[in-house]
């Protein structure tokens, strides 16, 4: 007995030592199915309860599936699940005095979207509205009685008896774009449901676009961002518009700002409305990075926040008191929640670490704050902050991340050739030995503008729980460094990036980290385009996957839905030859590439086509340089459906294991 109580003691001890369960394993492809993405959560006017969405997928469907649900904030309640249709639900809203939440939903075989209604002391949701566009967004009225609504114009292109569909026909400019499919002469304007008579009322009309509709605290105004330009394709110069929340009223231009100003918040009083600014003109809109200003209704006088802080901010909150903005700041490989106070014009953090915050919600009482933040080793969940501290509100996540050894992750800085220093984000498998060397992914971040943080990170979980040292690397161009860290790049693509890659791979050799003969690389969308040009540049890659990449950027004019970036940015191709030349070089020195590569792709991406997968893969297939070609059918830019997921997942792995191991 003496014995057997000692070895189970050990046991005891070495599970305890190493900080795991005898039911922890590793990632594996087929973990797509089993994790969850929590959404867009909303507090209740009487500051009780959080609604939020959560979507999982539908085996059956090879789909996922959108349902909301409510938790409340005093932990008192379990959470509850209030829509469960095949047909999924999204953007739950509370009615104003609390006792109604409305959603959007297609259910009961619906061709379009609508507004559905559901008493949260009972009963099934009841639909509320009968559109015939595509629903964009909608916004409740401070009484309640009347709902603001952006929507899509019908497409009268495909109403007739005949299933054969008429052709396209555009004359834009810019004419199509990735999920929204080729663009017709249809636009986006504001509309107003009445609840009580069931009467909807057309506010706009014309060839412009109005969205985000935001309501005046007394209900009689809304606030919109339109680009009402000669040409509103050739820039992304919106405004700031005001209008009475009436037909026939007029409209009235707030802001002037050559870049974008959007996403319209009245202040409590009503005096001021605060909205999301890009900081760059024209000439840097992919670029730029997003600021908060205000306007002043009474002069329209407009002035910018917290300029200093030289960062890109989203989401924003005002407080009860209208003196200062909770926002949502991206620092460096860190999202932390903001405050504003805009009378001394500074920035604090309400909330912060090495973790991701990526939304906000407060009610108009202001007596709770919801966010959503994930974690390197913890996806996402939705929480509320209290004294500066988040706390845990959902557990979407739990069944999942009880069963999973995830990988460990560390920051870590490394110097370019020419100086620069560049942060990254090492993941390491769970049990490895810290001393040993092990073979190098280098995963790339698309955007480019956007950044590697330590929120959850699957892809880069997945390729570590397959032995891997992999690796995130925030190169110029990216996001959290400030702008003229970001507009570094600017018409000069695969030069800077590649040598803060290459750099990241120095680094990690040195430090005794990563086996300098095993070394591969990847990416999507921008990432695969600077997998691209890494092995057109460096032959110390003895694997490469490039998912939704180019490299014969010629080709791309007017096959892609960049056509305003690439005029503004390169110029017109037979214009400026040289430069458009020079940024294809990853195929016009295709002779040199001697990694095996993988190049994958979506049937249906407009964002970046198989156009610019299919032509490098041509190119290393006749060059004899092994190589692949995935096409993924029915997609769009980003992967969605499941199989498909999972399917990626076990290409990379065994791609990857081919030529690493």
């Given at each position: 007995?003496?014995?057997?109580?000692?070895?189970?003691?050990?046991?005891?001890?070495?599970?305890?030592?190493?900080?795991?369960?005898?039911?922890?394993?590793?990632?594996?492809?087929?973990?797509?199915?089993?994790?969850?993405?929590?959404?867009?959560?909303?507090?209740?006017?009487?500051?009780?309860?959080?609604?939020?969405?959560?979507?999982?997928?539908?085996?059956?469907?090879?789909?996922?599936?959108?349902?909301?649900?409510?938790?409340?904030?005093?932990?008192?309640?379990?959470?509850?699940?209030?829509?469960?249709?095949?047909?999924?639900?999204?953007?739950?809203?509370?009615?104003?005095d609390?006792?109604?939440?409305?959603?959007?939903?297609?259910?009961?075989?619906?061709?379009?979207?609508?507004?559905?209604?559901?008493?949260?002391?009972?009963?099934?949701?009841?639909?509320?509205?009968?559109?015939?566009?595509?629903?964009?967004?909608?916004?409740?009225?401070?009484?309640?009685?009347?709902?603001?609504?952006?929507?899509?114009?019908?497409?009268?292109?495909?109403?007739?008896?005949?299933?054969?569909?008429?052709?396209?026909?555009?004359?834009?400019?810019?004419f199509?774009?990735?999920?929204?499919?080729?663009?017709e002469?249809?636009?986006?304007?504001?509309?107003?449901?009445?609840?009580?008579?069931?009467?909807?009322?057309?506010?706009?009309?014309?060839?412009?676009?109005?969205?985000?509709?935001?309501?005046?605290?007394?209900?009689?105004?809304?606030?919109?961002?339109?680009?009402?330009?000669?040409?509103?394709?050739?820039?992304?110069?919106?405004?700031?518009?005001?209008?009475n929340?009436?037909?026939?009223?007029?409209?009235?231009?707030?802001?002037?700002?050559?870049?974008?100003?959007?996403?319209?918040?009245?202040?409590?009083?009503?005096?001021?409305?605060?909205?999301?600014?890009?900081?760059?003109?024209?000439?840097?809109?992919?670029?730029?990075?997003?600021?908060?200003?205000?306007?002043?209704?009474?002069?329209?006088?407009?002035?910018?926040?917290?300029?200093?802080?030289?960062?890109?901010?989203?989401?924003?909150?005002?407080?009860?008191?209208?003196?200062?903005?909770l926002?949502?700041?991206?620092?460096?490989?860190?999202?932390?929640?903001?405050?504003?106070?805009?009378?001394?014009?500074?920035?604090?953090?309400v909330?912060?670490?090495?973790?991701?915050?990526?939304a906000?919600?407060?009610?108009?009482?202001n007596?709770?704050?919801?966010?959503?933040?994930a974690?390197?080793?913890?996806?996402?969940?939705?929480?509320?902050?209290?004294?500066?501290q988040?706390?845990?509100?959902?557990?979407?996540?739990?069944?999942?991340?009880?069963k999973?050894?995830?990988?460990?992750?560390?920051?870590?800085?490394?110097?370019?050739?020419?100086?620069?220093?560049?942060?990254?984000?090492?993941?390491?498998?769970?049990?490895?030995?810290?001393?040993?060397?092990?073979p190098?992914?280098?995963?790339?971040?698309?955007?480019?503008?956007?950044?590697?943080?330590y929120?959850?990170?699957?892809?880069?979980?997945?390729?570590?729980?397959?032995?891997?040292?992999?690796?995130?690397?925030?190169?110029?161009?990216?996001?959290?460094?400030?702008?003229?860290?970001?507009?570094?790049?600017?018409?000069?693509?695969?030069?800077?990036?590649?040598?803060?890659i290459?750099?990241?791979?120095?680094?990690?050799?040195?430090?005794?980290?990563?086996?300098?003969?095993?070394?591969?690389?990847?990416?999507?969308?921008?990432?695969?385009?600077?997998?691209?040009?890494?092995?057109?540049?460096?032959?110390?890659?003895?694997?490469?996957?490039?998912?939704?990449?180019?490299?014969?950027?010629?080709?791309?004019?007017?096959?892609?839905q960049?056509?305003?970036?690439?005029?503004?940015?390169?110029?017109?191709?037979?214009?400026?030859?040289?430069?458009?030349?020079?940024?294809?070089?990853?195929?016009?020195?295709?002779?040199?590439?001697?990694?095996?590569?993988?190049?994958?792709?979506?049937?249906?991406?407009?964002?970046?086509?198989?156009?610019?997968?299919?032509?490098?893969?041509?190119?290393?297939?006749?060059?004899?340089?092994?190589?692949?070609?995935?096409?993924?059918?029915?997609?769009?830019?980003?992967?969605?459906?499941?199989?498909?997921?999972?399917?990626?997942?076990?290409?990379?792995?065994?791609?990857?294991?081919?030529?690493?191991?």
């Amino acid at each position: 007995m003496r014995i057997i109580f000692s070895a189970l003691c050990l046991i005891a001890f070495l599970f305890t030592t190493n900080g795991q369960t005898p039911s922890k394993r590793s990632l594996v492809p087929t973990d797509v199915y089993l994790l969850k993405n929590v959404g867009d959560p909303q507090i209740s006017p009487d500051g009780k309860w959080v609604a939020y969405t959560v979507s999982s997928v539908d085996t059956a469907k090879d789909s996922h599936n959108t349902d909301i649900w409510m938790v409340s904030l005093d932990d008192k309640a379990a959470s509850v699940q209030l829509t469960s249709s095949g047909e999924g639900e999204s953007s739950p809203r509370w009615s104003p005095d609390g006792k109604y939440l409305s959603f959007v939903s297609a259910r009961n075989a619906q061709k379009q979207a609508q507004i559905w209604l559901m008493d949260v002391r009972g009963g099934e949701g009841k639909m509320l509205t009968n559109i015939k566009g595509d629903l964009i967004d909608y916004a409740w009225s401070p009484d309640g009685k009347k709902i603001a609504m952006s929507i899509l114009d019908q497409d009268f292109s495909d109403t007739a008896k005949t299933k054969t569909r008429l052709p396209y026909v555009m004359d834009r400019y810019h004419f199509k774009q990735d999920i929204g499919g080729w663009i017709e002469n249809r636009f986006t304007h504001l509309y107003i449901f009445d609840i009580g008579s069931k009467k909807t009322d057309t506010l706009t009309k014309g060839n412009f676009d109005e969205t985000s509709p935001a309501w005046s605290p007394d209900g009689k105004q809304l606030a919109f961002a339109s680009n009402r330009t000669a040409e509103p394709d050739r820039n992304d110069n919106t405004d700031i518009w005001l209008m009475n929340a009436s037909k026939g009223a007029a409209l009235k231009q707030l802001t002037t700002w050559a870049g974008g100003d959007k996403n319209p918040k009245w202040s409590p009083d009503g005096k001021i409305i605060a909205y999301s600014r890009s900081s760059s003109d024209q000439n840097f809109t992919m670029y730029g990075q997003n600021g908060i200003a205000l306007v002043t209704l009474a002069d329209g006088a407009t002035r910018l926040l917290a300029a200093s802080v030289n960062r890109n901010i989203d989401e924003m909150e005002w407080s009860k008191d209208g003196k200062s903005i909770l926002c949502v700041v991206a620092d460096d490989r860190k999202d932390y929640i903001g405050k504003i106070d805009i009378a001394a014009n500074t920035i604090t953090t309400v909330a912060g670490g090495e973790r991701s915050f990526s939304a906000i919600a407060s009610n108009l009482n202001n007596s709770a704050l919801v966010t959503i933040m994930a974690e390197p080793q913890k996806p996402a969940e939705i929480y509320t902050i209290e004294n500066n501290q988040p706390r845990q509100l959902t557990h979407v996540q739990d069944s999942f991340i009880n069963k999973i050894q995830f990988a460990k992750v560390e920051g870590f800085e490394s110097t370019s050739k020419d100086g620069i220093k560049v942060s990254g984000i090492l993941y390491r498998p769970a049990n490895v030995d810290l001393n040993k060397k092990l073979p190098l992914i280098l995963f790339i971040h698309g955007g480019p503008v956007g950044q590697d943080d330590y929120g959850f990170d699957l892809s880069r979980q997945m390729l570590a729980a397959a032995g891997y040292a992999v690796a995130g690397v925030n190169y110029r161009g990216s996001s959290g460094r400030g702008v003229e860290f970001t507009k570094a790049i600017y018409a000069d693509w695969g030069n800077k990036e590649v040598l803060d890659i290459l750099g990241a791979a120095d680094y990690l050799v040195q430090k005794g980290i990563a086996d300098e003969n095993k070394i591969g690389i990847g990416g999507w969308s921008y990432g695969g385009i600077l997998t691209n040009y890494s092995i057109a540049s460096d032959t110390r890659f003895k694997a490469a996957a490039s998912g939704a990449g180019s490299s014969l950027q010629f080709s791309m004019y007017g096959v892609d839905q960049y056509v305003t970036q690439y005029e503004t940015e390169l110029g017109q191709p037979w214009k400026n030859p040289k430069k458009w030349m020079d940024l294809s070089y990853p195929f016009f020195n295709a002779d040199k590439i001697k990694t095996p590569t993988m190049f994958m792709a979506s049937e249906k991406d407009f964002n970046v086509p198989t156009v610019g997968s299919e032509q490098m893969y041509q190119a290393l297939r006749s060059l004899g340089v092994p190589t692949q070609l995935i096409i993924y059918p029915g997609q769009f830019h980003g992967i969605s459906k499941p199989s498909y997921q999972v399917d990626r997942f076990d290409r990379y792995i065994k791609w990857f294991g081919k030529y690493l191991k």
